[in-house]
């Protein structure tokens, strides 16, 4: 016999909890949800007082959500996502379109992957809208967590990180250091991890799911992290400021493989091999896949397959 849900829960705790969560402050929910930070704080008062756990604590000048409140978090999510999806299919359906997807991206797939993805998902004419979101692994798996994507195209998250969620394996992409053609560490004979703290270094983010990697490999060779940092994941301006200085790009092979092709940048000669790391495709694990979302999954791997992209 099924458990029924406390009937004191309404629509507006679980509201209210996610977006409390999601901003990470009671004030900022508030304004979000347009009614006062009193009304918020009573709201989440309430769940709390029928749940009987607290939900969140401080966290500096934040807060942040306690074990409990990550465990509800999981399943307050979810029931929000499969609101929404069913007042989006209802509407949809009366307009004669299918429901909206919405897709995270890391850069690398945004620039390897998704074109071909589209193309491919646009010929099945489903009418359906499609959202896609480029960022850093770690936001976009926080967006997908908390209901915002459907689906994130990206590296393999820390394990930490995947509860709650599953991943299908795509390919593996390395790490690459890149330069502009031309540039003096392209030169025969030129011992690069001597000279790489001669020059300003773009590295990814900490919060990036390839930092760690980029460190490990730097430690395994003996090298210090470079003096001169710039920590940036826009593939823009990487490609912008080594047109116009001797930067080294630290960066995902699939984000630049175009313009090592055509000439424009270069990869060091350098074995990165040990930096390789699985992409694919993560998803809440208690989501069923709309149709929508299937043909454009299968696109994805589909166009992820054509060898555009090195597997290893």
């Given at each position: ?221 003996g090298v210090p992290l470079p003096p001169t ?56 694990a208690d989501t069923v896949p709309s149709l ?21």
């Open positions: 016999m099924s458990q029924q849900v406390d009937p004191r829960i309404k629509f507006r705790h679980l509201q209210a909890f996610v977006e409390v969560v999601r901003q990470k402050s009671v004030n900022r929910a508030a304004e979000r949800l347009h009614v006062s930070q009193p009304a918020v704080t009573k709201t989440i008062r309430e769940l709390e007082d029928i749940l009987g756990v607290s939900l969140f604590e401080r966290e500096g000048r934040g807060i942040r959500a306690t074990r409990h409140g990550e465990v509800f978090m999981r399943h307050a999510g979810a029931t929000l996502t499969a609101l929404r999806q069913a007042v989006d299919s209802v509407s949809q359906e009366s307009a004669r379109a299918g429901p909206p997807v919405r897709v995270g991206a890391l850069p690398t797939v945004s620039a390897r992957i998704m074109p071909q993805a589209m193309t491919r998902f646009l010929a099945e004419d489903t009418g359906s809208a499609v959202k896609i979101v480029t960022g850093e692994n770690a936001v976009l798996i926080e967006q997908l967590r908390l209901g915002d994507l459907d689906l994130v195209v990206g590296r393999l998250a820390a394990p930490e990180k995947m509860t709650g969620l599953s991943f299908e394996h795509l390919y593996s992409e390395r790490v690459l250091f890149v330069v502009r053609a031309g540039h003096p560490l392209l030169a025969p004979a030129t011992n690069v991890f001597d000279r790489l703290r001669d020059f300003p270094v773009l590295i990814p983010t900490r919060n990036s799911v390839i930092r760690p990697i980029v460190e490990q490999f730097l430690i395994a060779h940092q710039i920590e940036t994941v826009s593939d823009s301006f990487g490609r912008a400021y080594l047109r116009m200085s001797e930067a080294v790009w630290i960066i995902s092979e699939g984000v630049v493989a175009g313009d090592i092709a055509d000439g424009v940048l270069a990869a060091l000669p350098l074995d990165t091999d040990d930096t390789r790391g699985p992409v694919g495709l993560t998803m809440r929508t979302l299937s043909l454009l999954m299968q696109a994805i791997r589909s166009a992820s397959a054509e060898g555009s992209v090195g597997a290893g």
